[in-house]
């Protein structure tokens, strides 16, 4: 659960960096400088740690396709939505990806979803509702298709990631995936910004950090949380992304902090751990020792006058009386 938590925290810091020390004007070439790096880094790493360097059967293909599930499509169609829609609307939009990743993992992965999973789905999405809401936003069409579409592709990768992964050594599960998604914003970026933009030292700071922490560490950890708990905990731990955010905003950027954007983020704790495989645990521990649940238990009597030897003593009695 820890190691899940690392991603959408690191994410979450992305806001005040990129806000910080990266350059506004060319997002499509900071999501490749973001990610084609990330992948390569962890491809140059020794092959003990990343398994087989290049991909092998179907994994050539399955790795492209996770690349731009996860990271090439994922990154344009996030950048489509903060040009067209208030960054607070977009991450609302987001926030349903936990809920939509139980749904795709019932037939994928064959995992049902919970009951207190879905309740927590709903918590944390209206948590996340009141951290960000400010009732002017504006709805554009087009900015909710591109931010709903950016978040169907990224849980369906994930599920994927989960499903096709299993047989893959983690680093180089996500190397392949950065470098392929990397690449295939390159022509993107070349079509719609030109050339790469040239960077300052304070700006090769914020790229180091985004490349290092904020992607090769964070989608390891994430992945890795994938292999060990259920698609949909995993999914609604991702809400902690606009609580950093937020708090982070407010720490750094002196942006304002009120007490509904406090509520909003206890709704969001509450319904992380409410979709935690522990909180089902305790909730079946509790209903066990519940007094009704003692109660409703058949007194052994009872189970022994209808067991199938109580039953023909019985009847032989009653053919004696008769």
């Known amino acids: 659960m820890l190691v899940a938590a690392i991603a959408p925290i690191a994410w979450g810091s992305t806001y005040v960096v990129t806000a910080q020390l990266l350059p506004p004007e060319s997002p499509l070439w900071g999501s490749v400088l973001r990610a084609l790096p990330a992948g390569l880094l962890l491809l140059a790493l020794p092959a003990r740690e990343t398994g087989r360097r290049l991909p092998r059967g179907a994994w050539w293909w399955r790795s492209a396709v996770l690349g731009v599930l996860n990271v090439g499509a994922f990154f344009i169609l996030i950048y489509l939505a903060a040009q067209l829609l208030p960054s607070s609307l977009a991450a609302m939009l987001m926030a349903t990806s936990p809920a939509v990743m139980m749904l795709l993992a019932w037939p994928l992965l064959r995992e049902r ?26 709805a554009n069409p087009g900015g909710v298709v591109a931010s709903l579409a950016a978040m169907t592709m990224s849980s369906v990768g994930f599920v994927l990631t ?24 390159v022509p993107v970026a070349l079509v719609i910004e030109g050339l790469p933009p040239a960077l300052t030292g304070t700006e090769l700071l914020g790229f180091a950090y985004v490349t290092l922490v904020a992607t090769a560490v964070a989608y390891v950890a994430w992945f890795s949380a994938l292999r060990h708990l259920g698609a949909g905990a995993v999914g609604l731990m991702g809400l902690l992304n606009p609580v950093t955010g937020v708090v982070l905003g407010a720490a750094i950027a002196g942006e304002a902090f009120t007490p509904l954007q406090l509520l909003g983020m206890a709704l969001v704790l509450l319904g992380i751990t409410l979709g935690q495989p522990f909180a089902r645990r305790l909730v079946a521990h509790i ?36």
């Open 162 to 185: 989960k499903r096709w992964g299993g047989g893959v050594p983690l680093l180089s599960l996500t190397a392949w995936q950065l470098t392929a998604g990397g690449l295939a914003i």
């Open 287 to 322: 209903s066990i020792g519940w007094p009704f649940a003692r109660h409703s238990r058949i007194p052994p009597s009872t189970v022994e006058a209808t067991s199938p030897e109580a039953a023909s003593s019985s009847a032989a009695v009653r053919a004696r009386a008769f």
């Open 113 to 138: 979803p919970h009951v207190l999973s879905l309740i927590g789905a709903a918590l944390g999405f209206a948590g996340v509702a009141l951290m960000l809401a400010t009732g002017t936003a504006a």
